[in-house]
């Protein structure tokens, strides 16, 4: 009967200890969860964090399983916000202007640290600054996105008189449209039109938007109904992503040859534009000296919110002051 007693009192034990025993991770408790993150217009070495991210399995091992969809942030903002997609990779301003439009919308997770557009003019337009571009023809892709953003800044910033320059619409034909002439100068992202100018053996002068004004750039954007109902899954969705872009800095050659399999047309006769693409993105990804992996400046959404204002962006105040939050990647540990 001792026995019995025993027996049956080490089954209550250790069905104690089951019940106390830790969660399983998400990774292994269940079937993946599907989520669907949106990325800028087309396919793109530039992308490389978020393949490294998939393909080393940082997204599986938050019990993710992910899929890119391409096209424009303005569309994909409006989907975040009605809850019908969950996140978006999207640049500041695009937040501020989508606040504007009564989107519900937060910034979770820096991932470019520096605004990557600027103006560029091959060297012998003889332009030094940006105010040489008054009395000549400006390329922009047309009068949206980051491009005409980061021209409006530089007006902001230096003081361009905008009424002496011509400003055309060529969509993305910036780094043809400087090198034949077609205009004297163009806005870009600095990894593209200047990069591929000068493989082609072309010398450029290149302004960056970052080196006249600080504005938010690229980064983890969701809804504010997500952040309330999941908050786990934006910190489970903010840890993989920023151990892709930290994994793609530390192993620069592997990363980009994980995203050549992600970009097949990136490779072949292109592989040695889209490696120079890729090594001009690093220091973009880079944290600035003394700040952390992820970590948005907030000071820079007061500058941006006015300086839409006052270049007439945005016809209305913008509250700045929830717009974007590092608390979710302080959760991820970063």
């Given at each position: 009967?001792?026995?019995?007693y ?25 079937t ?10 087309i ?51 695009e ?14 997770a ?124 934006v ?34 006769e ?56 590092n ?8």
């Amino acid at each position: 009967m001792k026995h019995v007693y025993r027996f049956t009192l080490l089954i209550l034990v250790l069905a104690l200890l089951a019940g106390c025993a830790p969660a399983t991770p998400p990774s292994s408790q269940s079937t993946p969860r599907h989520i669907v993150l949106a990325l800028g217009y087309i396919p793109s070495v530039q992308f490389a964090p978020f393949y490294v991210a998939q393909d080393k399995g940082f997204f599986a091992d938050e019990g993710l399983e992910v899929e890119f969809r391409h096209g424009f942030e303005t569309d994909f903002l409006k989907l975040v916000a009605a809850g019908e997609i969950p996140f978006v990779i999207a640049s500041g301003e695009e937040v501020i202007l989508g606040r504007a439009r009564g989107l519900p919308v937060t910034y979770v997770a820096q991932w470019y640290s520096r605004f990557p557009v600027g103006m560029f003019a091959l060297k012998d337009s003889g332009m030094t600054s940006p105010k040489d571009v008054e009395g000549k023809t400006l390329g922009v892709p047309g009068p949206f996105g980051a491009t005409y953003i980061g021209w409006k800044a530089i007006v902001y910033a230096t003081g361009i008189d905008e009424t002496k320059v011509k400003v055309e619409s060529i969509g993305f034909t910036q780094a043809a449209a400087v090198s034949e002439g077609k205009v004297d100068a163009a806005m870009d992202y600095i990894v593209n039109g200047p990069v591929r100018l000068r493989l082609a053996g072309k010398e450029v002068v290149v302004f960056p938007v970052a080196d006249y004004v600080d504005l938010p750039s690229n980064g983890l954007v969701t809804s504010e109904t997500l952040i309330q109902q999941d908050p786990d899954l934006v910190t489970r969705m903010t840890r993989a992503i920023l151990r892709g872009i930290q994994y793609t800095l530390d192993h620069p050659d592997e990363a980009f040859h994980i995203a050549l399999k992600h970009v097949p047309e990136a490779g072949g006769e292109q592989e040695k534009v889209s490696r120079a693409v890729f090594d001009a993105s690093l220091p973009l990804w880079t944290p600035k000296e003394g700040r952390k992996l992820g970590h948005t400046d907030l000071d820079t959404w007061e500058i941006a919110e006015r300086f839409l204002r006052e270049m007439d962006l945005l016809d209305t105040h913008v509250d700045v002051t929830n717009i974007a939050t590092n608390d979710f990647v302080k959760r991820a540990g970063f």
